[in-house]
T-cell receptor
Framework: DAEITQSPRHKITETGRQVTLACHQTWNHNNMFWYRQDLGHGLRLIHYSYGVQDTNKGEVSDGYSVSRSNTEDLPLTLESAASSQTSVYFC????????????FGEGSRLTVL | AQKITQTQPGMFVQEKEAVTLDCTYDTSDQSYGLFWYKQPSSGEMIFLIYQGSYDEQNATEGRYSLNFQKARKSANLVISASQLGDSAMYFCAMREVSGTYKYIFGTGTRLKVLA
C-alpha cells in the first residue's frame, strides 16, 4: 500500500544544531507540504512543493528550508535549531484529483533544548 | 488571504447525541475545497469529509455531514450519534483550487464525548 513516512519520529537536539526531518511518500503525489502543530495554533504551513525542483515558503518558513530532488522526498532542515522550533512536525502530500485530500505522515516530535 | 476560524477550543457532548463543530472561512477565490480532519490522542490525522465550493448538496460520510452555507462562508461539521471514539481534536481546512493550491487549517476544536 502507498504511504507517507517520516523519520525520526522523536528527536531531541540542542540549540544551534542543524536538524533534518525526512519525509518519503510512495503515493507518487506531486504536491508535498510541511506543517508544524502547536497548541493554540493548529497546523501552520512551513514549506510546500508542487514538484521536483519546486519549493515555496509558507506562513512560518523562517529558520527552515526544504529541497525537492525527486517526487518521493521532501526533507525539512532546521539550519540552526531554536527552542521556539520545539513542535510536532507533519509532512503531507496530495494530488490534483477531487477531493484531493492531504495524506499525512505520522508526525515527528522535535524538542530543542 | 485565506483564513480558517474555529471559535470553539473545546466542546463536550453526551454519548449518542449529535454535535456541531463550527468553521468559518475567508477566501477571495470562487473555487475552493473544504476539509475536516480528526486527530485522536494517538496523533495521526484522519481525513473525514470534503465539500467543494460548487457542490450544491451538503457532503455526508456515514455519521459525518458538512453543513455548507456558502453565503455565510461557514462549513460546520455535524457528528450524529456521538460515540466515545469520537473524542479527538477536529480541524477544519481549506484549499484554494486556483492560485497557490495550498491547504490552511484552523486552530482546531477538542471534542470530548461523555458516557
Amino acid at each position: 500500500d502507498a504511504e507517507i513516512t517520516q523519520s525520526p519520529r522523536h528527536k531531541i537536539t540542542e540549540t544551534g544544531r542543524q536538524v533534518t526531518l525526512a519525509c518519503h511518500q510512495t503515493w507518487n503525489h506531486n504536491n508535498m507540504f510541511w506543517y508544524r502543530q502547536d497548541l493554540g495554533h493548529g497546523l501552520r504551513l512551513i514549506h510546500y512543493s508542487y514538484g521536483v525542483q519546486d519549493t515555496n515558503k509558507g506562513e512560518v518558513s523562517d529558520g527552515y528550508s526544504v529541497s525537492r530532488s525527486n517526487t518521493e522526498d521532501l526533507p525539512l532542515t532546521l539550519e540552526s535549531a531554536a527552542s521556539s522550533q520545539t513542535s510536532v512536525y507533519f509532512c503531507a502530500s496530495s494530488d490534483l484529483s477531487t477531493p484531493g485530500e492531504l495524506f499525512f505522515g505520522e508526525g515527528s516530535r522535535l524538542t530543542v533544548l | 488571504a485565506q483564513k480558517i476560524t474555529q471559535t470553539q477550543p473545546g466542546m463536550f457532548v453526551q454519548e449518542k447525541e449529535a454535535v456541531t463543530l463550527d468553521c468559518t472561512y475567508d477566501t477571495s477565490d470562487q473555487s475552493y475545497g473544504l476539509f475536516w480532519y480528526k486527530q485522536p490522542s494517538s496523533g495521526e490525522m484522519i481525513f473525514l469529509i470534503y465539500q467543494g465550493s460548487y457542490d450544491e448538496q451538503n457532503a455526508t460520510e456515514g455519521r459525518y455531514s458538512l453543513n455548507f452555507q456558502k453565503a455565510r462562508k461557514s462549513a460546520n461539521l455535524v457528528i450524529s450519534a456521538s460515540q466515545l471514539g469520537d473524542s479527538a481534536m477536529y480541524f477544519c481546512a481549506m484549499r484554494e483550487v486556483s492560485g497557490t493550491y495550498k491547504y490552511i487549517f484552523g486552530t482546531g476544536t477538542r471534542l470530548k464525548v461523555l458516557a
